[in-house]
């Protein structure tokens, strides 16, 4: 029994190691998962500022309990250089739509934002 056993166990030891880290994939299945139905705009205020979720998408942290993922036009964000600031380039500085790009300040490249969703931001 206790041969049948430790494989099992040392098995699950190496799962357990290995679940600490979600790849950018898993990440945004579970954004995805608590986001609701794409907008066209949002009030641009009071931002508290953005997490990466992977080169296509990022979080919008606004208010106590507002959360928007945006998905960008392609995997331009400049992340590999290590720049904690996203730039918008938007028409109109109180709204934030489809029709703006957001950028890094170490890249020339800029991103349209594509799409925004809402997030649950109880779900935490």
């Known amino acids: ?15 357990a190691c ?3 880290r979600v790849n950018d994939t898993e990440q945004l299945a579970r954004y995805m998962a608590r986001a609701g139905e794409p907008v066209r705009q949002i009030n641009y205020v009071n931002v508290h500022g953005w997490e990466r979720v992977d080169d296509q998408h990022v979080i919008l942290n606004m208010r106590r309990n507002q959360r928007w993922l945006l998905t960008l036009s392609g995997p331009c964000l400049s992340w590999d250089r290590g720049s904690p600031i996203l730039k918008v380039a938007t ?7 489809t029709f703006d790009k957001v950028y890094t300040p170490d890249s020339r490249m800029s991103c349209l ?9 109880t779900a935490d």
């Open 113 to 121: 934002i594509q799409e925004i969703r809402p997030l649950d931001a």
């Open 91 to 97: 028409l109109n500085t109180m709204t934030l739509s």
């Open 1 to 15: 029994m206790k041969t049948k056993l430790l494989p099992t166990l040392v098995a699950l030891g190496f799962t």
């Open 18 to 20: 290995a679940g600490g």
